[in-house]
């Protein structure tokens, strides 16, 4: 593989996206409202209304009962406003969590080809003296790597806003557990994968930015999913689901990234122009 051509054209596209307002603000909201708006909320919610916002956020006990037996337990001994902060900050929190990585590779993604082909810049790329192969590694790399290195910046501000408004209530430092370290280090990685490598393949095939980014869209739909699972007490995000939930979304990569190589064209892309 060209791994020197590789870089150069991620760095290209990095610094496309740094230029590109389009690109940047989704990529500094959303993460600002998951990772710090809503948790503070919760929090100074906690701290102000203490027992009674506790009560009126509903009943926990569905949950816990999804929950082992010993970590029940544990948790359901806490006071109400330390149960629904744990609950909520350390359990509920945790699948929205992946929407940052899986949306900031869908946005870099949804800007790959068909940013390209917007900006005149395609028919150059195209042309450049790199196999079909080393063309999408790069594509994917890049936008791989920012989704990865912004995920991290996001888990740690956001451990560092849940303990911060959590200590008055909690008097410790409770953040992160087992299950929120493999979730970053194993599943967030995955999930990001799995956001670009559906979002190249479809950029390859539509004209626009936002046409790419709003069908690659649809790969947030199981992150829903995992999110209405643990309101409804089916699951929760222990260590076990967290790394067994990693392996399959890893087996899906492998797929998207095969059937992304399988069809890609850089002949349909020139004639396309």
Same mark, same amino acid.
């Given at each position: *593989?060209?791994?020197?051509?590789? @870089?150069?054209?991620? +760095? @290209?596209? #990095? ?5 590109? @307002?389009?690109?940047? #603000? ?5 993460? $600002? ?18 027992? !009674?916002?506790?009560? /009126? ?5 569905? *949950? +816990? ?10 948790? &359901? ?16 929190? %945790? ?7 899986? *949306? $900031?590779?869908?946005?870099? !993604? ?5 940013? /390209?082909?917007?900006? @005149?810049?395609? /028919?150059?790329?195209?042309? %450049?003296? #790199? ?33 911060? $408004?959590?200590?008055?209530? *909690? ?39 936002? /046409? ?27 260590? %076990? ?5 990693? #392996? ?22 020139? &004639?396309?122009?």
């Amino acid at each position: *593989m060209n791994w020197r051509g590789i @870089k150069a054209v991620m +760095l @290209k596209d #990095l610094r496309v996206v740094y230029r590109s @307002k389009m690109v940047m #603000l989704p990529l500094i909201i959303v993460p $600002v409202i998951l990772q710090v708006i809503m948790p503070a909320a919760f929090g100074l919610a906690a701290i102000f209304a203490g027992d !009674a916002f506790a009560r /009126e956020t509903g009943d926990f006990a569905q *949950m +816990l009962t999804a929950m082992p037996g010993p970590l029940a337990d544990r948790l &359901a001994s806490l006071p109400p406003d330390q149960l629904m902060l744990t609950l909520t900050l350390v359990y509920m929190f %945790a699948p929205l969590f992946l929407i940052v990585p899986l *949306m $900031v590779s869908s946005v870099i !993604a949804a800007d790959s080809f068909v940013g /390209e082909r917007e900006r @005149k810049t395609l /028919e150059a790329l195209l042309y %450049a003296p #790199l196999s079909d192969r080393d063309l999408l590694v790069a594509k994917m790399l890049g936008a791989w790597v920012a989704a990865t290195g912004v995920g991290l910046a996001a888990f740690v501000l956001y451990a560092l806003v849940v303990n911060g $408004v959590g200590w008055p209530v *909690m008097g410790r430092i409770f953040f992160p557990n087992l299950a929120w370290v493999i979730l970053v280090l194993w599943v967030a990685p995955a999930v990001a994968g799995l956001g670009l490598g559906a979002t190249v393949i479809i950029s390859t095939r539509v004209n626009t930015f936002q /046409e790419a980014y709003q069908i690659g869209g649809i790969v947030v739909v199981p992150i829903v999913g995992l999110i209405l699972g643990q309101l409804a007490g089916v699951f929760y995000f222990g260590p %076990a689901l967290t790394f067994g939930l990693g #392996l399959v979304v890893w087996a899906v990569d492998a797929v998207v990234l095969w059937i992304g190589v399988r069809t890609f064209d850089r002949d349909a892309l020139l &004639a396309r122009l």
